[in-house]
Each structure stands twice: as structure tokens, then as C-alpha cells.
């Protein structure tokens, strides 16, 4: 059945978005949660919602951090249902080849643990590399907060890092 | 180690991570993204037209939203897939290779004209303003299913444009469509409250609501099955 619609993003312009961001999220995604399939479902969610509002992400400051952020904050539904209802192409049989699981060290563990706050400020600046005023954008909140909750951040990730026996990730 | 240098090996080591993970590819397609997030606001466009049938009344389901009287046929929204074409100010119906029908709508206006339309293309259809229903005809009851089987509704490119597609294949046997135009003031007075009108709107189309005319309520354009007769549908 073919018909018209509309509000569709631009094809080029979201594919292009997509193209340019999606490897880079991922493995942000990937670090937080320390699961491939879990972070690819958690992925593929958040920019399936990025092109249902293409129209508002585009304009964001930071349209990959939008994603980041919705990935992270994201229930894994129908990408996650899909994979085990159906045979998947070739995209995902080339996945299942490597290991599905990331071991991580302590460090991410300890990211892992972190607040949500604390996890979300040190994603954005941190992985994402967004300084602090644009970070505090992102979040809504002030460049005085980041900065409260990235210093509480590093202080915990810092054990870790100290730790003669951390074991920064593996495979 | 001071904050500073904290901080730097903190980074340092997440970037290492991340790094690492060089091999880790999002390696499904863009078309794919697409394509679900187009499923997607298909359903959520059903869902919602489905949520106000339970909210108005009866049968009928109240399904987008209109043009700005006047608006000129749109040549782009109305596509020439097929000989049989219709092209109309208000409307155009598009007879599918697979048998649907494609409903564009610019303007609520020839139901009459829009009904023998549909009738001609073997659709049993009854087109009338909501105000003043056919009384020969007499509601077919609907379900979610049933209805979701035999309409689907999209945002056309252009404002203000909906396109309706009918499935008549799905419809049972004894059905036909019915199809009704209301403006807001007729919407509230057959029971959708006006910010119900709205909600359906802004939730369906997914971009502000669209006058009719200048001082007018909005309108909807809201459909239900009813049962066949000569007098009602034709067949």
C-alpha cells in the first residue's frame, strides 16, 4: 500500500545524522551498561524516537546527547521483543558472532553504580566531551550542579583507578 | 593528585574504554529506524483516533482534522497511481493496486460527490455531515480490531491534509464506511468535547491545529462502519 504522508524527517538529513553518530553512541551506551545487545536495543530505541520528533532533535545544541541520554533512560521494548520474535538480517547475525557481554573492569562497574545524575554528568562531559555550561544545558540544570556532581563522580571513579589491580575492560 | 588530575585520569581511562570498543559497530540500517519509527506513529495516529471513539459516542470514530475552506487541491498530495484517479478540490480518491482506497482530504466539503466516489469504486459508503446523518442507515458495531483493519489514517504532505485509507476487503460482511464531517461547535454538540477535538488533532497530525475559518472551531472528520442498504450505502 502506498500513500503520502508527512512529517517525515528528511531522509538525507536524519540518515546523515545517523550515519555520523550512531557508532560513537553506541559504544557510550555500551560502557554504560556493560550488555552489546542490551546497548544496541537501547540505542536502536532512542533514535527510532529521534526520528518520530526529528523535527525538535534537530534543533537541539546536541542532538547525539539527546540520544545518549534516552538510550540510557530508555525501556527496552520493542527492539529487544523484535529480536526474539524474529530472524534477524544480516545486521544482527554479524553481532551474534562476537561475545554478548561485556567483562568490565572496575572502573566502568563503578560507573555503573553511580546515581543517575552522576552517571548522566559524566557520560555528557566526560564520553561525550561536552564542556561544562553546554553539559548543564543538555540536563537542565546549573553549571554549578555539573560541576557538584562531577566532582562527586570522579571522587568514587578515582578508587578505582588507584587500584594497581583495575582491569580497565576486556573482551 | 588534585581535582584537576583526577578528573584528567578519570577521562583519560573512559576514553581508553571507549576506545577499546573500536570493533563496536550500530550496524543497523538507517532505513531501518525509519521504518519502525513509521510504524510506529502509524499505530500511535490509530491509537489515538481509537481512544476518542471511546470518548465520543457509539460507532463512529473521530479521525483528523481539516483545511482552510478554500485551500486549492493539492496536485503533490494527491498522487497519480492510477488511472482511475479522481482529482477534486476538496478530496481525492485513489483506488490502490491492492484494492484500497486512498481518501485524501483538503477540505470537508461535495460529501455527496465524495460518497457517489467511493460508491463507484465498489466501497458501500454513506459520506454525510455529522449533524445531519442519514437516517436510513443504522451502525455497524465496531471494535478496535475491526477498525484498525479497515482505516488507517496519516498526515499528507501539505497542511492540513489527511489521508484516509480504507481497506475494503477487511470490511465484514453487511458493513460499509461512514464517513462524517464535524466541525468543532457540531463535535461538541454530538458529544466530543471540544478539547477532546484538540487533543484528537494535536495528538493525530501532530502539529497545531488548523482553522477552518477565520472565527470557525476545527473540524474533524470522523468515520464508523455501518450496516449496508440501498438506502444507506447504495448496495
Known amino acids: 500500500m502506498t500513500r503520502v504522508r508527512g512529517m517525515e524527517p528528511e531522509p538525507a538529513e536524519f540518515a546523515e545524522f545517523y550515519e555520523a553518530t550512531r557508532d560513537d553512541c553506541l559504544r557510550i551506551v555500551l560502557l554504560n551498561v556493560g550488555d552489546r545487545h542490551l546497548a544496541h536495543d537501547l540505542v536502536a530505541e532512542a533514535y527510532t524516537r529521534a526520528w518520530m520528533s526529528w523535527r525538535k532533535v534537530r534543533e537541539l545544541e546536541v542532538p547525539r546527547a539527546w540520544v545518549v541520554r534516552t538510550a540510557l533512560n530508555a525501556h527496552v521494548s520493542w527492539w529487544r521483543r523484535r529480536r526474539r520474535e524474529v530472524s534477524l538480517g544480516d545486521h544482527d547475525a554479524a553481532a551474534s558472532g562476537d561475545q554478548a557481554t561485556l567483562v568490565s573492569g572496575d572502573l566502568l562497574a563503578a560507573l555503573r553504580r553511580l546515581p543517575p545524575r552522576q552517571r548522566e554528568v559524566v557520560t555528557l562531559r566526560l564520553l561525550l566531551d561536552l564542556d561544562t555550561e553546554t553539559t548543564a544545558r543538555v540536563l537542565g540544570i546549573a553549571p554549578g550542579t555539573v560541576g557538584a556532581h562531577l566532582h562527586k563522580a570522579v571522587a568514587t571513579l578515582r578508587t578505582e583507578i588507584l587500584r594497581p589491580d583495575s582491569q580497565e575492560i576486556s573482551r | ?235
Open chain 2, 1 to 235: 593528585m588534585n581535582d584537576n588530575d583526577t578528573l584528567a585520569a578519570v577521562r583519560d581511562s573512559l576514553t581508553t574504554a571507549k576506545g577499546s570498543l573500536a570493533g563496536v559497530h550500530m550496524n543497523t540500517p538507517a532505513e531501518a529506524i525509519a521504518r519502525e519509527g513509521r510504524a510506529r506513529r502509524r499505530r500511535h495516529t490509530l491509537t489515538c483516533l481509537g481512544g476518542a471513539t471511546a470518548a465520543a459516542a457509539g460507532a463512529a470514530l473521530a479521525i483528523t482534522a481539516l483545511a482552510v475552506p478554500g485551500h486549492p487541491a493539492s496536485q503533490s498530495g494527491s498522487p497519480a497511481r492510477h488511472p482511475g484517479t479522481a482529482r477534486l478540490a476538496a478530496w481525492t480518491v485513489t483506488k490502490q493496486v491492492d484494492g484500497d482506497i486512498t481518501v485524501t482530504v483538503r477540505q470537508l466539503s461535495d460529501p455527496s460527490g465524495l460518497q457517489s466516489t467511493l460508491r463507484a469504486d465498489g466501497v458501500p459508503a454513506s459520506v454525510t455531515p455529522v449533524a445531519s446523518p442519514d437516517p436510513s442507515c443504522r451502525p455497524y458495531p465496531m471494535t478496535q480490531a475491526l477498525f484498525t483493519s479497515v482505516y488507517q489514517a496519516d498526515k499528507a504532505t501539505g497542511a492540513g491534509t489527511t489521508v484516509l485509507t480504507i481497506n475494503p476487503s477487511a470490511l465484514p460482511s453487511g458493513a460499509g464506511v461512514w464517513l462524517g464531517a464535524a466541525f468543532g461547535r457540531q463535535a461538541a454538540d454530538r458529544g466530543l468535547h471540544r478539547a477532546a477535538v484538540h487533543q484528537t488533532i494535536n495528538h493525530a497530525v501532530h502539529q497545531p491545529v488548523h482553522q477552518v475559518a477565520p472565527g470557525a472551531d476545527n473540524g474533524v472528520l470522523r468515520v464508523g462502519l455501518v450496516s449496508v442498504s440501498e438506502q444507506c450505502t447504495g448496495s
